[in-house]
């Protein structure tokens, strides 16, 4: 009876530790700045607002898409106004953010990679 409260025990801690993750949180200062993915650029201002431009749609940084962002430990929120008014919300995961490199996915896995360039 003993040995059988012990391996209970056992089996409840491990399922206790197993089921949590370590919280990670990034430096939304971090975020600011310029950063490049193949032909597509993404700005991130210190007042939360920010725009998006592809070159190889033809449009330049003066014609980009502005949005509003939060990052909130690992959670960036992307808040995209559209020309006619809607707000099309965008959540992604961070994985890695530093000095040179921002790197998220989606909720479908997809992941975004980015280098810094301003």
């Known amino acids: 009876m003993r040995k059988r409260r012990f391996l209970w025990m056992i089996l409840c801690s491990v ?4 089921g949590c993750e370590p919280e990670v949180s990034f430096d ?3 975020l600011v700045g310029k ?9 991130y201002n210190s007042d939360f607002s920010g725009a998006t431009w592809d070159v190889a749609d033809d449009v330049s940084e003066e014609e980009a898409q502005p949005f509003t962002w939060t990052l909130e430990d690992d959670q960036l929120t992307q808040l995209h106004q559209m020309e ?7 959540v ?8 040179t490199t921002l790197i998220y996915k989606d909720n479908y896995s997809q992941t975004f990679t980015f280098k810094r360039i301003s």
């Open 28 to 30: 939304a200062d971090l």
């Open 35 to 43: 950063w490049q993915m193949g032909t597509e650029y993404w700005k």
């Open 84 to 90: 006619m008014g809607g707000v099309v919300p965008k």
């Open 92 to 99: 992604y995961t961070v994985t890695t953010l530093n000095t």
């Open 15 to 18: 399922m206790l530790f197993a």
